[in-house]
């Protein structure tokens, strides 16, 4: 399986410039013959709270990916903000009106759609965002794919889960230059404790105030990186062994030694809740 990591340096909102600088990944990709490619968090417009401006454009930009996965012939990983349906919104009043996605296009469609958990307070994202419910997994050729979104991957719950389906997962962000060194370090442990490929695509450049510098690599199911470390726009590559992952969850066999229900009453315990 090979990836191909968009290290974008993202204009600021420009929907229009952002779509022309993806389809020239989509291009190089298509020479370094990928079987997908993954782009950073908001990835046609910038980490934005400008959601009702922007949000009303979600389908344009989805379009957009799968258009060029059906041109191109590569699968697209990529981010979007999206109106929460109606019919939650009637459920929910008190909810923000927002999303932000991670979604998957395969051969022109959309695949696999999915809402960030933790939107991220200390960054006041939770303030326009909505935070999602689910965990979203795929099959792509009998391999399983996730994904989560920046802050996510300070969780590391929702990597287990994720886990018990998923070969490889993504995770792509946003993520500040002042702490891009955590970002290295949660990367390789998710991929550690989980025994997955990690993907983690971040951006490049300015945007609204913040700059980034990249860092976006693969790590292997053991913690390894097996990739370069950039800090400049650039299409990165790797090839995942799915065959060495199955052989190592094989012979040590992690997650067989998780006590889950133990975990589960502990959690019960420490909330007040009821045992059953």
């Known amino acids: 399986m090979r990836i191909g990591l968009a290290q974008m340096d993202i204009s600021w909102e420009n929907i229009e410039k952002n779509m022309d600088k993806a389809e020239a990944f989509f291009a190089k990709g298509k020479q370094k013959k990928l079987d997908f490619l993954a782009f950073p968090e908001m990835t046609l417009t910038g980490f934005s709270m400008n959601a009702d401006r922007l949000g009303p454009c979600w389908q344009t930009q989805v379009n957009f990916f799968k258009d060029m996965t059906r041109k191109y012939g590569i699968g697209a990983v990529f981010g979007y903000i999206m109106p929460v349906p109606d019919q939650l919104l009637e459920l929910h009043p008190d909810w923000n009106h927002y999303h932000n996605r991670l979604a998957i296009a395969v051969d022109g469609e959309l695949r696999l759609s999915y809402a960030k958990i933790h939107p991220f307070s200390y960054g006041r994202e939770a303030r326009t965002y909505q935070g999602g419910e689910s965990i979203e997994t795929m099959d792509w050729k009998g391999i399983g794919l996730g994904g989560f979104i920046c802050y996510d991957l300070r969780f590391p719950e929702i990597f287990q889960i994720s886990s018990r389906k998923s070969q490889v997962i993504f995770v792509i962000s946003n993520w500040p230059r002042e702490r891009v060194d955590q970002m290295d370090r949660l990367l390789a442990a998710r991929a550690i404790e989980n025994q997955v490929y990690i993907v983690g695509v971040n951006r490049v450049g300015d945007g609204d105030g ?19 470390m950039s800090e400049k726009e650039a299409l990165i590559v790797a090839d995942l062994d799915l065959d060495r992952l199955d052989r190592l969850r094989a012979d040590f066999p992690l997650k067989s030694d998780r006590k889950e229900d133990l975990y589960i009453r502990l959690w019960k315990e420490r909330l007040g809740l009821p045992a059953k």
């Open 210 to 228: 913040l700059s980034y510098k990249g860092h976006s690599a693969v790590y292997g199911p053991e913690g390894e990186r097996l990739t370069g």
